[in-house]
């Protein structure tokens, strides 16, 4: 009973905090002189434009890809489904980064090999860069519920006479619908989020012109376009709510027969995707880092990135399990749980903005590591309590009751019974907490101590001056440590299935 009192306690804290930014913005944007305005209408509309042809985008790449790889009897399957999913270890703004100075005029293609190419900017390099990187999305929640079908349906249909295209179109996709919808709703609130890719690529939506009004000291504007953005989010947030997945009785996996040149031509579409989103932008950091090696760039940046990121997913772990142990006792902790979960809806810029705000009320934290790191404990806690929950969740009660009844005492039976089977997500979600901490962009450019640049707020920075082959190494190393942290959660996530009890 005190266990759980300290919980429920603990949970209204963490809670309160998470209601926090939301207020602070309210509050500030009760200051600005226009609620909306023609201006605030031509970046609503680019910013929605952008998240539509993003979800077009993401799903056109996803969908076929999901069911090639799941159904599709290409060589080495396993192998192209890790690599279509490597974008997801590289942050948007790396490849709007590297494919904004390739192309056009001036840029790598034209200097190395006299190429002429169209400079990729506006919306439509915007639109272009999140379909590249965000279509995993897509492609995993669709191969998600293809895998789920049972291929008896299929049969069933061919029988009635319809080819076997025919047959996906009108059979097979509609019964994965909400997997693609899915997919599709995490890239639009991806969109409507990111600050970089849309501010290198030149196109005003809200979190690009948050950040200019922020910089020129109209905090009370940049409130109220982060309050009409959060609107957005809440839509999408919302239609995701209502999106259910279906799961079907597993039976006989759908057989997509391809004659040689129909596979070599899918094998030719998954090289090229490949191609654009990993190759190419390695290739120009890799020629940037043989060109002009790591001039300007200092160890300490790599240290502030692992440092604050660290701290975050040690206090994001420490807050999750009280979280989600008063989420197991009734109605007043699962409130308290739903709650924490609206700091990853608020975009980086919008929590930023709101911190920035509560710094200057609150003298002491302002910019401070404490209230950088508070910003990514808010952002990336529901991630850590969905992994914590999800760990706990597989420990029976009557494995700990067996354990005790067989002499062991509580320490003993949390020791040898329950850490081992909650290790591996703690472990998985303590590993995204860092990932997403060492990307996060917006919110450390807003909120970090003077004179602590990260990775990240280091690759902006370079970015901003012109000096674009500074930024090999950090965009190198923002990649090794994202694709170290996935495997780390890939691993834990194996290991958590082996451990969890039939």
């Given amino acids: 009973m005190r266990r759980t009192r300290a919980s429920l306690l603990a949970s209204l804290a963490v809670a309160t905090a998470a209601l926090a930014p939301i207020a602070a913005i309210a509050t500030l944007a009760l200051g600005a002189d226009v609620a909306f305005d023609i201006r605030s209408l031509g970046i609503l509309t680019h910013t929605v434009l952008l998240a539509g042809l993003s979800v077009a985008g993401a799903v056109l790449l996803g969908v076929p890809l999901a069911v090639l790889t799941t159904y599709a009897d290409l060589p080495l399957r396993r192998l192209w489904v890790a690599a279509l999913a490597a974008p997801l270890a590289i942050p948007s703004y790396i490849g709007a980064f590297a494919y904004f100075a390739a192309f056009g005029p001036g840029g790598e293609l034209d200097r190395l090999i006299g190429l002429p190419s169209p400079r990729i900017e506006g919306l439509a390099g915007s639109a272009l860069i999140m379909s590249l990187y965000t279509y995993p999305f897509v492609l995993l929640s669709t191969r998600a519920a293809l895998q789920s079908l049972d291929g008896s349906v299929v049969d069933a249909a061919r029988t009635l006479g319809l080819s076997l295209p025919a047959a996906l179109w009108h059979v097979v996709l509609p019964r994965a619908r909400n997997g693609i919808a899915a997919g599709a709703l995490l890239v639009a609130l991806y969109a409507l989020s990111d600050f970089a890719t849309p501010a290198i690529m030149g196109l005003d939506t809200f979190t690009r012109m948050i950040y200019v009004e922020y910089n020129a000291f109209g905090l009370d504007r940049a409130a109220m376009m982060s309050l009409q953005l959060l ?71 790599a240290f502030n990135s692992a440092y604050a990121a660290g701290l975050a997913a040690a206090v994001t772990l420490v ?90 005492g509580p320490a003993e039976a949390f020791r040898r019974v329950s850490l081992p089977l909650i290790l591996p997500g703690v472990i998985a979600a303590a590993a995204l907490v860092f990932l997403e901490a060492m990307r996060e962009l917006p919110a450390t450019l807003l909120l970090r101590p003077t004179g602590f640049d990260t990775l990240a707020t280091y690759l902006w920075r370079v970015y901003d001056a012109g000096q674009l082959g500074r930024g090999a190494v950090p965009a190198l190393a923002l990649v090794a440590i994202s694709a170290a942290a996935l495997a780390i959660m890939l691993a834990g996530e194996s290991r958590r299935r082996r451990l969890t009890p039939l």
């Fill in 319 to 408: 807050v999750a399990v009280p979280v989600a142990h008063a989420a197991t006792t009734g109605g007043l902790g699962r409130l308290c749980e739903r709650i924490t979960y609206l700091g990853f809806g608020v975009p980086g810029i919008v929590m930023g903005t709101a911190l920035v705000y509560i710094g200057l009320r609150l003298p002491l934290l302002y910019q401070t590591l404490a209230l950088l790191v508070l910003a990514y404990v808010l952002r990336f806690l529901p991630l850590a309590v969905g992994a914590v929950r999800a760990s706990s969740d597989r420990v029976e009660d009557s494995m700990v009751g067996a354990a005790r009844s067989l002499g062991a």
């Fill in 231 to 301: 609107a957005l989010v809440v839509i999408v947030l919302w239609l995701e709510a209502r999106v259910r997945v279906r799961r079907e009785r597993f039976g006989r996996r759908v057989h997509l027969p391809l004659s040689t040149g129909a596979r070599r031509l899918a094998l030719a579409v998954a090289a090229a995707v490949v191609m654009a989103t990993v190759v190419v932008p390695l290739a120009v950091f890799g020629l940037w880092l043989a060109r002009e090696g790591a001039i300007g760039f200092e160890a300490s940046f």
